[in-house]
């Protein structure tokens, strides 16, 4: 239950970095398990999907990366448990071209390195 409470994968709007309202339910899932389990220690992993150029791609997954990151230490979590990291679209969650494809590729993934 705690690992599936980090490890969802949280969803970004098109071109945005911005935290909307789903993914902030779903950090704040996050947090309390990572409240309650001070020994977990994870990395945040941004991506993105396929438009624009592989440059840009990659600074908009590490913006997301750090802004989820900067949540969790805004909330009490300490920056010495979180690790980021920024693949742009190298990673697809889906390798479809529509869009309904596309927005899953929009996400940071959260991978539990040690603690659980």
Known sequence: LVKAAITTPVHFDFD????????IRLLDQKV???QKNPTIRIRIEGNADDYGSDEYNMVL??????????????RGIEASRLQIVSYGEERPAC???DEP???QNRRDE???V???
Do not use: M
């Not at 911005?18 to 993914?23: A, F, H, L, Q, T």
């Not at 913006?63 to 990151?69: E, K, L, T």
């Open 16 to 23: 945005q970095s911005k935290i909307n309202d789903e993914g």
């Open 61 to 74: 997954s590490q913006r997301r990366a750090a802004i989820v990151n900067r949540y969790f230490t805004e």
């Open 32 to 34: 309390e398990a990572l």
């Open 95 to 97: 390798k479809g071209q």
């Open 110 to 112: 959260f991978v539990v």
């Open 114 to 116: 040690s603690g659980l």
């Open 101 to 103: 494809c596309r927005a």
